[in-house]
C-alpha cells in the first residue's frame, strides 16, 4: 500500500526525469561562444521533457516553448548574422534551415495555445534536429571560420547580442 509521501511508479519528480538530450564534446564546433548557446539550447529543451514527462502545467509548458522560441530565434539571428560578416557561402540553406526549425516550433506554440497537447514528436524533432543541424552545418560554417578568420575576435561579435 503506497503512503501518501511515496511516489507512485508512474509519477516522475522533475528531478528524477533523464534528460532527453545531454552535451557531448562532439557537438563542439570548435567556436566556445556558439558552443554555449548550444548548451542553452539543450538546457531548455530538457526542462521541456521534463515539464512533459511531469505533466507540468499549461502555463509552465507554454513558459518553456517561448523562452525556446526567443532563445532560438536569438541565437540564429546571431549565427546568420556571423555567417554574412565572414561570407559563408551555405549561408542561404542554412538560413532556410533555420526558418524551417522555426516554424516547426511556433506551429507546436499555436497548437498549445488553442487548446491543444505539445507533441512527443516535436520533442523527438528538436532533440534529433539540432544534433544534426550542430554535427553537420553549424560544424561547416565554423571549420570555414577557423580557417580563414584567424583574427577574428568571436567574443566580441558575439556579445552584442547577449549583453
Known amino acids: 500500500m503506497n503512503h501518501p509521501a511515496e511516489t507512485s511508479p508512474r509519477e516522475i519528480s522533475p528531478r528524477s526525469a533523464t534528460p532527453i ?50 532563445y532560438t530565434f536569438t541565437h540564429f539571428t546571431a549565427e546568420e548574422t556571423f555567417m554574412r560578416v565572414i ?23 499555436t497548437n498549445v495555445l488553442n487548446g491543444g497537447h ?7 524533432f528538436l532533440r534529433e534536429w539540432l544534433v544534426n543541424h550542430i554535427l553537420i552545418e553549424d560544424k561547416r560554417y565554423a571549420a570555414v571560420h577557423l580557417k580563414d578568420n584567424q583574427g577574428f575576435s568571436l567574443g566580441k561579435f558575439f556579445k552584442r547580442f547577449w549583453s
Open 21 to 70: 538530450v545531454g552535451w557531448k564534446d562532439e557537438y563542439s564546433v570548435g567556436l566556445p561562444e556558439v558552443d554555449e548557446q548550444h548548451k542553452m539550447l539543450f538546457d531548455i529543451i530538457n526542462r521541456l521533457w521534463t515539464a512533459t514527462v511531469t505533466k507540468a502545467s499549461s502555463d509552465e509548458m507554454m513558459a518553456i516553448v517561448t523562452e525556446l522560441d526567443r
Open 118 to 124: 505539445l507533441s512527443l514528436d516535436l520533442l523527438r
Open 87 to 109: 561570407e559563408y557561402g551555405g549561408f542561404e540553406a542554412h538560413r532556410k534551415a533555420h526558418q524551417g526549425f522555426i516554424e516547426r516550433l511556433r506551429a507546436e506554440r
